[in-house]
């Protein structure tokens, strides 16, 4: 992968670990041990878990762009049994040596080669069975339909959990270029925190609908996804 050029708004702090858990769906500790790492007790007194993800700004911790697509990459890989942030950042770094890519979790071959030869590596170091191999294979591929990717293989727009695809369309979208990089219904540019709040005040979808020339399937889709947990 190419460099990064960091006047790009996709590689600018723009979101506290509060905000980046609630717009990907994650529990903001999870988030927070990906980005900022983790201590846990052992016999002689304390370890601790590094991160897998470089925010990109430290302190205090603010995520990019390029660092929600990250972070929605390794949801994937979470199983119910947990994760193995050992295990990740071993394969991680395995894949990004064998197959000479920077960054890999914002690769475009992660839906190709890249993909396998991480969850290969993965899959062999927590002995995961043949169902669990075939379960995390297809949640990686379900969480990479949700990105668009650029040219030059850069990720470019993120179709976030857990809205649904209408009639073909994907209405909720978080795109660096648009409204900060909030959640927005594409259509318009709106934030979906807006209509959330503008339904709190006593709006009604069709109200909303015919103010946005949206479909009100789109204002709901808005507000499911700022209320999911």
Sequence with gaps: MAAFDKTDPRHQPAYSLAEAARYLKLPQATLRAWTVGRDYPVAE????FKALIKPARARPPLLSFYNLIEAHVLRALRTEHGVSIKALRNSIAYAERTLRID???LSEDLRTHGGKVLLDHYGHLIELSASGQIAIRKALEDHLARVEWDAWKFPVRLYPYPTAALDGRRPIAIDANIAFGRPVLVARGVSTHAIAERLDAGET???????YDLAPADIEQAALYERAA
């Design 45 to 48: 007194g304390q370890g601790r």
């Design 205 to 211: 979808v069709a109200d909303l609908a015919a103010d």
């Design 103 to 105: 960054r890999l979790l």
